[in-house]
């Protein structure tokens, strides 16, 4: 009450909380806004790789900005670790998407090449007698692969709370269970009002995932995403068997397996569904045979972000300066860019960072087609 | 006290009945028949079941009824195996489940 | 054809016989699944078994069960033992295990008899081997005739502890001691809802009989006993706790725990009802119509302790009413008919319930004995601290859903059925909140880890 922060940011998700720590360590105060235990909560339901192949095909800047994320994260997990002692369980290992029809290997195989030729992105395919090689439990099913070396994996979890951790460390304010039901221009910027409070700040960062259309269109931002759920299973802790992350399946640390996942149009419902367990087990199945075995412990949905192009929204609202949309579909890749890059941008410190400074960024880039919110 | 098992058979409820062998953690055992498998193990004396894949502590049946999870046995080779939900059968193979469980067709140091 | 029933239920305790019963008697086809090798569920465990030796050594209430189970072994309803359900889905659909192999049942109305559990009371030690259930103690003693070993102690508080106690006696296997953590207060505070149950004074007698069984039979009774703790180093050597101001240490090969019962809500968690915390219960209730159908589902009825602990007897009581209300539904009793028959029982139940407020006044568990010191383990899969789940309120965290995120806590293959109560009760008392304000912990299906492989059915 009273103080005006140098940022508002609404939404505590991987991408809200990784700005405003950005904004932490740039120097600025900031107001994290947060929903609470029973969000929609696209972080919680991720899956934790940090991938780089395959993205941006006819897109550069997005396979660029993705890559500098992902070859960043290394340094990044370090620093939350070395900050707060919560250890996010980053590993650089590479990764492998794995193919099951042979026409599927050489699409893949083609648009390596496009993706590698225009912005330098590494990759191999690899054959499956290699791949037997490199992972001597891989199932018959698996006709081919391509292995990126940029890709890795974390735990979302705990990088959602190692930055928590870190932005109160920084001073930075978390209001928790609070959902952000408006945010307005003021005298000092904008005012952010929850149903107990209102909070004011110079900037404010729109970063509410499926929120954000409502929440943005007063401040002159159009915000088109829609829901697309993916849902992911995990089985009990197995023995160590794959040290490597895959596109559809990983095994974590701890030694649980994960299957994912889904994309299905199902609206605002992140409920499972018996259909997409059948499926997911299948494919996990024909991935690695023994699988058969490992009982399933946990099945959850999540609702992804997603642009009708799939690629990130960073916008600043030319109607209404100061305020921000900041909203993607990989929001665990892209951390060390949101924090980095993204949170000194939005503090106002610097003008539109390169990374991002591109059309394929812009919400104008929609300009006539409306998402469904 | 750290000879004994934690449960044993009483003469007042003892019923008539046939006994069948198994096998556990490779030693060969006849049981009544008609137990659970935590039963048969507790008669046997087993006061470890399994390790816990987190922290290697010890651990033994706290429910007997499918809520606790603590009974988990391999069990004809397959891990994790509520055993106080399973029967006890002629052949069977028992072993205690320590840390994660191991699939067939893991084979041993076998990591790429 | 049998995967096409008119009415499946789930579980074979009193409530899910009782049921089954009705259906048939009404000419409803049914297939009732549960997953132990005999009916009876947990409170008539072995009872298709148990011979007139048996029911002498386990009591009257037990014997009860016997022509139940018999009445219920002859009418009809195809009954699979050994069946894992796993996921029940709009249909309704019913997905389980039968015999290792997995099937799909798509039955016109279903019956879910799920029961209860023992409450899972997290107390220093308490993970260590030779500490188990009293609940469990009985199970064995029933289901496979066995008495704990070496010396051993009772521990904790409740009507089941004291059962157990006599039922342990007349076999000749004698506690060393009953260490009984019903807090003194409570009697005074039962003298209001005792005026309630004095229409079931048969059992309020019953009751009150049984300590004084246990201290005529000259076993040392610690009565109000605080900061219970299990000692030991690989397998529990002795209870720990404090009586009338001062520390008491006694040696023991086995403690039998309890404090209370409370229901197993995995399945309708996991069918997203709406639960409400209650706290005379001290858990969670899911939200049923007056007739026992599971709010916010279509056809899926809920009934006996699953529904809120009442005891057998109100269980099948309950069963009855679903049975009727199902009935109706599927249009073999008219609504008239249906309830002439139901507002009797309905009638009964409120006197259990009556009783049961009075039973869960005296034998509410002490707060020491739910909401643990920091360095007792509540998540025993993933072996997290109470301490550890505090320090997620600070970080933050609001309630259970979010715990989990936060440390792992309730994602083991328990699946939260032993840390869930908990995890709220320690979330609500660090916030400062009502418990009734914390979310409730969602469940997923599979509610029991299946193998990948028999999934896909």
């Known amino acids: 009450m009273g103080q005006v922060f140098d940022c508002i940011v609404v939404g505590g998700g991987l991408v809200g909380s990784a700005v405003a720590y950005g904004v932490c360590s740039a120097g600025g105060t900031v107001a994290l806004l947060d929903e609470g235990d029973v969000a929609y909560r696209a972080s919680r339901g991720n899956f934790g790789q940090l991938w780089v192949q395959g993205k941006g095909r006819g897109k550069p800047p997005y396979a660029e900005l993705t890559k500098a994320a992902a070859v960043a994260w290394a340094g990044f997990a ?192 992140d409920g499972t569904t018996h259909a997409a367990m059948v499926k997911l087990a299948r494919r996990g199945i024909e991935t690695f045979p023994m699988l058969a075995q490992a009982r399933l412990v946990r099945h959850w949905a999540a609702l992804r972000i997603m642009t009708p192009d799939g690629l990130p929204i960073y916008q600043e609202s030319l109607s209404h300066p100061g305020a921000f949309v900041v909203t993607c579909h990989s929001g665990v890749t892209l951390v060390p860019v949101h924090a980095r890059v993204v949170g000194p941008w939005v503090l106002g410190r610097q003008d539109i960072p390169a990374l991002l400074d591109h059309p394929v960024f812009s919400a104008s880039r929609f300009d006539g087609k409306r998402g469904p919110l | 006290m750290s000879g004994t098992g934690f449960f044993r058979a009483v003469p007042a409820l003892k019923r008539e009945g046939g006994s069948v062998s198994i096998r556990i953690d490779g030693r060969a055992c006849t049981v009544r028949a008609g137990l659970s498998v935590a039963a048969a193990l507790l008669e046997q004396g087993a006061v470890r079941f399994r390790q816990t894949p987190v922290g290697g502590a010890p651990r033994a049946p706290l429910c007997m009824m499918g809520v606790c999870f603590e009974c988990l046995l391999e069990i004809d080779g397959i891990a994790n195996s509520q055993s106080c939900l399973i029967e006890v059968r002629d052949g069977m193979r028992i072993g205690t489940q320590d840390g994660a469980a191991r699939l067939a067709g893991m084979t041993e140091g076998a990591a790429p | 054809m049998t995967d096409r029933p008119d009415v499946l239920i789930v579980g074979a305790g009193p409530a899910g016989m009782q049921a089954a019963l009705r259906c048939r008697a009404l000419g409803l086809s049914v297939v009732l699944l549960d997953e132990q090798g005999g009916p009876g569920g947990q409170i008539f465990r072995h009872i298709e078994h148990a011979d007139r030796r048996a029911r002498n050594v386990f009591g009257d209430d037990y014997a009860a069960g016997h022509a139940l189970a018999r009445d219920f072994l002859g009418s009809g309803t195809t009954y699979l033992r050994h069946a894992i359900v796993w996921e029940v889905a709009p249909g309704p659909l019913v997905y389980a295990l039968v015999g290792g192999h997995s099937r799909v049942f798509e039955p016109r109305r279903v019956i879910l008899a799920t029961g209860a559990m023992e409450r899972p009371a997290p107390a220093p030690g308490w993970t260590l081997p030779g500490v188990i259930g009293a609940g469990a103690a009985q199970i064995l003693m029933k289901s496979s005739g066995m008495v704990p070993e070496g010396p051993f102690v009772l521990a904790g508080s409740g009507p089941l502890l004291y059962l157990l106690a006599q039922q342990l006696l007349r076999v000749g296997a004698r506690p060393a001691a009953l260490v009984d953590t019903t807090s003194p207060g409570n009697r005074m505070r039962a003298v209001g809802p005792l005026a309630g149950a004095l229409g079931s004074w048969r059992v309020l007698l019953k009751g009150l009989g049984m300590l004084g069984d246990i201290r005529r039979a000259g076993i040392p009774v610690y009565a109000g006993a605080t900061h219970l703790a299990f000692e030991g180093d690989g397998r529990v050597t002795g209870v720990a706790f404090r009586h009338r101001g001062r520390p008491h240490a006694l040696p023991a090969n086995v403690v039998l725990t309890h404090q209370g019962v409370v229901p197993d809500t995995q399945l309708t968690r996991a069918l997203r009802v709406p639960h409400a915390w209650s706290d005379s219960q001290l858990c969670w209730l899911p939200a049923t119509s007056a007739l026992g159908e599971l709010s916010s589902t279509q056809g899926i009825f809920l009934a006996g302790d699953a529904a809120g602990i009442a005891g057998a007897q109100a269980a099948r009581l309950l069963g009855e009413v679903c049975a009727w209300a199902v009935g109706e539904q599927l249009g073999v009793v008219d609504p008239r008919r249906r309830a002439r028959e139901t507002d009797p029982l309905i009638r009964r139940l409120a006197r259990w319930k009556a009783l049961r407020k009075f039973l869960d006044t005296l034998y509410r568990p002490a707060d020491g004995q739910r909401i643990p010191a920091d360095d007792v383990l509540v998540c025993r899969c993933e072996e997290i601290s109470a301490g550890a789940i505090r320090g997620f309120v600070r970080e933050g965290c609001l309630g259970p859903n979010q715990a989990k995120a936060f440390g792992r806590c309730g994602m083991g293959p328990c699946q939260g059925r032993q840390c869930g109560l908990a995890m709220a009760e320690i979330i609500a008392d660090e916030r400062g909140v009502e418990v009734g304000q914390v979310d409730v912990l969602r469940a997923r299906f599979p509610v029991k880890p299946v193998m990948l492989r028999d999934l896909i059915v």
Not at chain 1, 245 to 254: D, H, V, Y
Request: overall charge negative; aromatic content about 6%; charged content about 20%.
């Open chain 1, 78 to 269: 370090a620093r939350l670790e070395a900050e707060g002692g919560i250890d996010v369980y980053y590993r650089g290992t590479g990764g492998f998407w794995f193919g099951f029809a042979p026409k599927d290997v050489e699409d893949r195989a083609a648009m390596m090449e496009d993706i590698g030729a225009a912005s330098g992105i590494p990759y191999r395919m690899v054959e499956p007698a290699e791949l037997r090689k490199i992972l001597p439990r891989i199932g018959d099913a698996v006709v081919g692969a391509s292995f990126c070396p940029l890709d890795g994996d974390v735990n979302p979890l705990y990088a959602l709370r190692a930055l928590h951790a870190a932005i109160g460390r920084r001073g930075g304010r978390i209001v928790n269970g609070a959902p952000a039901l408006a945010v307005e221009p003021a005298a000092e910027g904008f005012v952010a009002r929850t149903a107990t409070q209102s909070i004011s700040g110079r900037r404010v960062v729109l970063a509410a995932g499926l929120g954000n259309p409502a929440l943005g269109r007063p401040l002159g931002l159009d915000i088109p995403v829609s829901p697309l759920r993916g849902q992911i299973l995990v089985t009990e802790r197995v023995e160590p068997f794959l040290p490597v992350c895959t596109n559809k399946l990983r095994q974590t640390p701890e030694g649980t397996v994960m299957f994912g996942s889904t994309e299905e149009e199902a609206g605002f419902d």
